[in-house]
């Protein structure tokens, strides 16, 4: 079975040739038919132009992208078996949800009572049936991201491709939609390929990701193996809230004389602890507190659960962790 998206050495870029600037910088990458496959990095990493390339809107300067097996390099995005949810949803004001939905099969020339009934059909799927006549202006956030699945789902894609589509949304609503989204995909089992800088989006939605930088994939791995095995320092320290130790640090504290990442809720006060420092500050953070240590030179994070002892600023601590909380990685 032919992966559902691949990149072989894939570049795109922009400017002149005797300067260009690599937007994707030779992405390798494959992506299992029906997973949740989440592309995360900060802005200007790659990550959008990548799902661009995906959808056709973008051209590889080299390289080729592959759908289902097929070589779509060249292919223009009308002929490519994908749909795209946008951040914006991009939903026409002027058309009530059932037009807005059934929009595409409309163009493809699909008569007009077929196309309402797989329009109400997919509306039903987002929980959204009985808003059919209502227009996009009507809705609520929530309910205009919903309208724009049901847009892009109509069509029956291989692939659905959503950039960034929660990130109009507050944090409520937000996260309500990563559990809906979820849950759909599950139903559906059609491969999601979701762009976004959250990580918090990435690690509780994907089965697996990509983390971009600079055009590169820096790392690639189930979001356990992301956030627990970083494998560089700029994974470590863009993923979650890690100490990065350097290898004299690392190396104090019983590891070799490498890069490491040790993670604040890793950590605990213990008396006998081989991290020794000086409290610097607390913070209360609802489910616990932060406190931040200096130790040789360097700032250190620990995460203590609510109703733990704290110590005061100032006050020489030490701090414990298991020997498998210390991972080292690659330097780069």
Not at 265 to 280: K, M, N, R, W, Y
Request: proline share 7%; hydrophobic share 40%; glycine share 10%.
């Amino acid at each position: 079975m032919p992966a559902a998206v691949e990149f072989r050495s894939v570049y795109r870029h922009f400017g002149p040739a005797s300067a260009p600037i690599k937007a994707v910088d030779g992405v390798d990458l494959t992506i299992a038919e029906g997973a949740f496959f989440a592309m995360l990095g900060p802005s200007g990493s790659g990550k959008t132009t990548c799902l661009r390339l995906i959808s056709g809107f973008e051209s590889p300067t080299a390289g080729d992208i592959c759908i289902f097996g097929e070589n779509v390099s060249n292919t223009p995005p009308h002929l490519r078996n994908v749909n795209t949810v946008f951040q914006d949803y991009a939903l026409f004001p002027h058309m009530n949800v059932r037009d807005n939905v059934a929009y595409g099969l409309m163009v493809k020339g699909m008569g007009r009572a077929q196309r309402y009934a797989k329009a109400e059909e997919m509306l039903a799927l987002v929980h959204l049936d009985a808003y059919g006549s209502r227009k996009p202006g009507q809705l609520s956030g929530g309910q205009r991201q919903r309208v724009a699945l049901a847009r892009a789902l109509v069509n029956e894609p291989k692939v659905l491709l959503l950039d960034e589509p929660l990130g109009a949304l507050d944090l409520k609503l937000r996260e309500a939609m990563q559990d809906e989204l979820k849950s759909l995909q599950q139903r559906l089992r059609i491969t999601f390929v979701f762009v976004t800088h959250d990580q918090h989006e990435a690690l509780s939605m994907a089965d697996s990701l990509a983390v971009f930088n600079e055009g590169k994939i820096a790392q690639i791995g189930t979001p356990t193996e992301i956030y627990a095995q970083p494998k560089t320092r700029f994974v470590a320290d863009f993923v979650g809230s890690s100490n990065v130790l350097p290898p004299a640090l690392t190396q104090s504290l019983g590891g070799p004389a490498k890069w490491s990442s040790l993670r604040p809720e890793t950590l605990h006060i213990d008396p006998a602890g081989t991290l020794q420092g000086t409290v610097t500050s607390l913070r209360y953070l609802g489910s616990g507190h932060r406190i931040a240590i200096t130790s040789q030179g360097q700032d250190i994070a620990a995460i203590l659960p609510s109703g733990s002892a704290l110590p005061e600023p100032g006050q020489d601590i030490r701090l414990g962790f298991t020997p498998d909380a210390l991972h080292i990685m690659d330097e780069g």
